[in-house]
Structures are given as C-alpha cells and as structure tokens.
C-alpha cells in the first residue's frame, strides 16, 4: 500500500467486479438467463438494432461465440433477427417485447441487489462514487492508457 | 439502461479494470515487472512473510502458476524464501530491500497514472469514490453474494 494508504485503483476494484458477477449470477438464474445473454439483451436494450459483429465487439465476445447464445434468445422469443434494409446478406438483431421485459425485470433485481451495497456508503460518497464511476467508465480507453506516457503538465 | 439512467455497476467497473489493467502493463515493462510479478511484491509488501501458498490464495492465482513467478523475483534478488521457525519443511517468502524499492517505485509510477485520471473527476467525486472504493473493496465476499437472497428489510 502506498503513502496515501490505499491500494492501487484496479486491485481494489478488480474483487469488487468479482464479487458483483457471482451477486449477480443467481439473480440471472432467476429469470433464466446467462451472462452473457444478459449481456446481448442490455445491449440490444440499450441500443436497438445492430448486427451479429456489432454486438458482439460491443460487448467484448467473440463473433462465433455468441452464436449460440443468440440461437438460444431468438428460440425463446427475446431476440429476433431480421435482414437488413441496407443489405439483405447481413441480419439485424433486435429486442422482442419479451426480451425487453426479461431484460427489465433481471435488471431490476440487480439493481435491488446493488442498492443494498451501496446503502453501506455514506449518502455524500454514494453520490460521489457513482458520478465517478459514471465519467471514469464512459471515458474512450485511450484517454486513460494515452495519459501514461504524456500526463498534462 | 435502468430507469435511473445508470448501467449496472459490474458493467461500469468492469471495462474501468481493463483500462486500468492496460495502463498499468507499460509501467510495469519499465519496471521490469509482470502483472503476477507485482502482485507478489505488493502482497509481501502488504503482509511480509508467508508461505507460498498463503501468498498464491491472496493474490487469487494458482500455486503451481505463480512458481516460476517467485524463482524469477528470487533470481533477481527482489525476494527470499527462508525455512518457516515453526516447520522447516514450509519456506516463507519476503522482501529484499531491493523488492521493496522496486515495488514502490512501480507504485509510485501507477498513482501518478490513477492521479492524472482521477484528477478529471470533481474533487468531492473523488474523494466519495475513494472513500466508497475502499469501503466496498474490503467487504468480506459473502457480504455482497449473502443479501442477493436476504436483502434488509
């Protein structure tokens, strides 16, 4: 631990993650879903039509791997793939209504889960870790690795 | 996205941890250093002696993976491995003088990339989101999986 007496900002954060994904792990059960397909629903949710490449990079998977994966939704009804307009040959992925509302009420449940962690945290820093937590995650990786080698003056 | 207008947090942390990860990489070049490498040192920094498995459980990596790590770091004469007093079977790890000046200077190097970062945040931001960070990161693990099921009333 350093001068300051906190520890580097990834090994505190890193267990942090861990911890969130297995909270999270039997809240998906719940509504039957898998990390990952959960992951391509909040994609989807979050930003409605695309295609296979688009949301897998979006989501950090591999193209071939979410094949399955989306088999899997479309056969259940949540997803469905439709050609695109601008290109017959490529299919676009989209939320049914279904999908929408699994989605909401696994988000939900998670949400309920997360809010009774951070009801641990004083008011002021909750306020002041998820405002962080919300520039520090939507800055372009660059702007984080960039600033190594040519911090500002 | 939740009607909140936040995402998840694991879906906020998790891509923060990789840039941090990836930051971290080119400083630890310059320091001669692996990810696994640094580990160790920070660990030993943190609590100085322990036997090589103690050591593997804190750091979340295999026994067998981190062996060559540890005849590395010994080779290079920033640990030693000395007969446990109490079973001379067991051999416990610690710092040289030289490990510990490396891994501080490592350190050192790092928070000045997570200050630069952080320095982008309102002062009352970071402050909260450190303050929240160390509460978190430190909560036993069944703390956060345990009220997935049992949330307060």
Known sequence: MADDG??????????LVRALVAAERPILDEHGLT???????????EQ???TQAALAESIG???????GVL??????????????PNDRRVRVLSLTEDGRRVCGAAQADIRKMEETLLARLPAADRR????ALRVLSTLPRGE?????RTPDP
Chains 1, 2 share one sequence.
């Open 71 to 84: 088999d899997d939704l479309q056969e259940r009804g949540l997803l469905q793939r439709d050609p695109d």
């Open 35 to 45: 990390m990952w397909g959960y992951s391509v629903l909040l994609a989807l949710a």
């Open 144 to 148: 984080i690795i960039g600033r190594v």
């Open 128 to 131: 002041g870790f998820l405002r």
């Open 6 to 15: 906190r520890a580097d900002l990834a090994a505190m954060l890193a267990p």
């Open 48 to 50: 409605p039509t695309r």
């Open 61 to 67: 998977a591999d193209k071939t791997r979410i094949i």
